[in-house]
């Protein structure tokens, strides 16, 4: 199995930063994309950003030129680094990561428990 641990939630004012970080672990021999989604109250998860294990990312537009997703292979972490965050940027966000372990040979979709990020004055 691989387990994901989120840490670096909270609550910060509108134009502050947070800096998210997922670590993966367990009987991993492979790593793909990793990547954050969130879920805001009532709507449904959308993907944040993602980074396949070569460096090639990917960003909702909501997102662009605010985060930055970035990746230590050797760590098996990912992080998502919010800047000017806002308000409609409040919501649980998920790590994801596509992974083969020992126990699924074969590329599988896992998941954090998430960790809530709120944006408030």
């Known amino acids: 199995q691989v387990q994901l641990v989120e840490s670096g939630g909270g609550l910060v004012q509108p134009g502050g930063s947070l800096r998210l970080s997922c670590g993966a672990s367990g009987s991993i021999l492979s790593i793909n994309a990793m990547g954050w989604y969130r879920q805001a109250p009532g709507k449904q998860r959308e993907l944040v950003a993602a980074?396949?294990?070569?460096?090639?990312?990917n960003y909702a537009d909501s997102v662009k030129g605010r985060f930055t997703i970035s990746r230590d292979n050797a760590k098996n972490t990912v992080y998502l680094q919010m800047n000017s965050l806002k308000p409609e940027d409040t919501a649980v966000y998920y790590c994801?990561?596509?992974?083969?372990?020992?126990?699924?040979?074969?590329?599988?979709?896992?998941w954090g428990q998430g960790t809530q990020v709120t944006v408030s004055s």
């Open positions: 980074i396949t294990s070569g460096g090639s990312t």
């Open positions: 994801n990561a596509r992974a083969v372990s020992t126990r699924r040979l074969y590329e599988y979709n896992y």
